[in-house]
């Protein structure tokens, strides 16, 4: 039985990514297959290395049309997609050629802050300026708007008042490295 192969797209740290390459590293039906990254310089490119994961470095003009990514998926086998910090809207042919097959996590309860521009810091900085209580991780599928594709798995967390936006951050990050491969397992497992 062939594995279930995930490729991970990221922009940044990778520090997500790099769970999904630990919680995949001997699974018996998936396997984390590349690593496609906009960014140069991403922090995910030295993460992939040590795991001996093959990665791409595309640059922005490859993500208006999205052809070649497809090409390239496609040459790879690939199954499944999963964005892990990747800053870029998924051009509508991968969404085409991936529908219900691409994943994407964000740092707050959505539908609440999301949309474009809400990523990174951004998002916690809105959620403590409004006053919030509570925020958390939101794991849903990707189609071509940013942020509004069908829910899979939301976590929430307590805020306290005297939390800046970086402890925020941190309290979310954690429930996000806690959650997401285990996810997108079971998502993924659903299919074979
Ligand atoms: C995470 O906070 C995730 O919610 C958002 O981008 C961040 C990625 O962090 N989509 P890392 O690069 O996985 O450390």
Redesign the pocket.
């Known amino acids: 039985m062939t594995k279930k192969r995930l490729s991970i797209f990221?922009?940044?740290?990778?520090?997500?990514?790099?769970?999904f390459f630990e919680y995949f590293q001997n699974h018996p039906q998936i396997e984390i297959a590349s690593v496609f990254t906009n960014n140069k310089s991403?922090?995910?490119i030295e993460r992939a290395q040590r795991f001996n994961i093959k990665h791409h470095v595309y640059n922005r003009s490859f993500w208006q049309t999205g052809e070649t990514i497809v090409e390239v998926l496609e040459s790879e086998k690939i199954d499944f997609i999963v964005?892990?910090?990747?800053m870029l809207l998924i051009p509508k042919a991968l969404v085409a050629r991936f529908p219900n097959r691409i994943f994407?996590?964000?740092?707050a309860l959505l539908p609440k802050f999301g949309g474009q521009g809400m990523?990174?810091m951004n998002?916690h900085k809105a959620v403590k300026a409004a006053g919030e209580t509570e925020t958390g991780?939101t794991i849903h599928y990707v189609n071509e708007y940013y942020d509004e594709g069908a829910i899979i798995f939301q976590e929430s967390c307590t805020i306290n008042p005297t939390d800046s936006a970086e402890e925020i951050?941190a309290k979310?990050?954690r429930l996000?490295h806690k959650n997401y491969p285990k996810v997108v397992e079971q998502e993924v497992l659903k299919s074979i």
Not at 83 to 86: C, E, K, N, P, R
Not at 104 to 107: D, E, G, L, T, V
């Open positions: 990221a922009s940044g740290s990778g520090s997500n990514a790099e769970k991403a922090g995910v964005l892990a910090g990747f994407n996590i964000h740092p990523y990174g998002v991780l951050a979310v990050l996000e």
